[in-house]
């Protein structure tokens, strides 16, 4: 066996080893929000980032598991079960404040729109037959923090996620829908690989929404910003050309999804890791050399 296989081969943990003592003690209460639960724990010379508090098969409290978690679980379980199981988090990037600044203004956009009770020049443009949602959680829904929540019974896990929006149409249901800034010369559209993450992210929310009893429509839709760059000159300014995807989603898989992610934090065999990524690959290279 290579070393690199070495290191991606399935890995029987004594937990209590190596789990330093602040993320063995866990009453899962402090693992609300994304990214508010990590602190650095000295590790011999050097720190490293553990969260505060990671997996406890023993506890009996709820444990928060967020949308873009079970992303994680789906790209790689072994990545899962070292940021969840272990507390161990993946290095962090920085925000896509240029990203945030459209999903801001783009709120107040359909803000504006939804206080009338009509629906976006846009979504008209479009044919979409409903008009912006207004919800008294709405809010709440589209806080990070926060979001839509939904106590899963039988993994004890309360999964939740933030919309960016929400539209309904005559029959009463509720579209979800996501906002996305790019800058792209191709045609806008769901066909390549990364967009099925996408695709997931809004049949999870309709998962979510469905399992707090209201009508979802399996029409989700994605509102594309995209960046122009085609133009003479920058002028402190970028042009965005805004248009309107429909995704029809099936959420059928969301289910035994989080079935097998509550198996794999219930494990003590740390998964395998993905082949595919550069990461582990790396590590495993920079060791050889080391
Ligand atoms: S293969 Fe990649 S995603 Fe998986 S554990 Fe390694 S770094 Fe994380």
């Known amino acids: 066996m290579k070393k690199d296989e070495e290191a991606n081969s399935q890995m029987p943990l004594d937990l209590k080893k190596k789990i330093p003592d602040k993320i063995q003690k866990n009453d899962h209460n402090d693992n609300e929000g994304r990214n508010s639960n990590t602190k650095p724990v000295a590790a011999g010379n050097s720190s490293y980032y553990f969260k505060k508090s990671a997996y406890d098969p023993k506890s009996p409290a709820p444990y928060s598991l967020s949308r873009s978690k079970i992303d994680m679980f789906m790209k790689c379980p072994r990545c899962f079960y070292l940021d969840q199981r272990l507390g161990v988090k ?102 390549d690989q990364w967009k099925q993450w996408y695709k997931k ?37 970028l042009e965005f050309r805004v248009s309107i995807v429909d995704y029809r989603g099936d959420d059928s898989w969301v289910e035994p999804t989080v079935l097998s992610a509550k198996k794999c934090l219930e494990s003590n065999i740390c998964p395998q890791s993905n082949p595919d990524c550069e990461y582990c690959s790396y590590v495993a290279k920079a060791k050889r050399v080391e």
């Open 201 to 237: 992210q809004a049949e999870f929310y309709q998962w979510l929404f469905r399992k707090n009893g209201f009508k979802v429509s399996d029409m989700a839709y994605f509102v594309f910003c995209n960046a122009a760059k085609d133009r003479e000159a920058f002028d402190g300014k």
């Open 90 to 191: 993946m290095p962090s990037m920085p925000s896509f404040s240029l990203n945030t600044a459209v999903d801001h203004l783009l709120k107040k956009e359909f803000d504006i729109n939804r206080a009338k009770a009509l629906a976006h020049p846009l979504m008209e443009a479009y044919g979409v037959e409903a008009v912006p949602a207004s919800h008294s959680q709405l809010d709440v829904w589209r806080n990070n923090f926060k979001g839509i929540r939904f106590l899963h019974k039988t993994t004890n896990f309360e999964l939740f996620g933030a919309i960016d929006d929400l539209w309904i149409n005559g029959a009463k249901e509720y579209h979800i829908v996501d906002y996305k800034a790019t800058s792209t010369t191709h045609e806008i559209s769901l066909d």
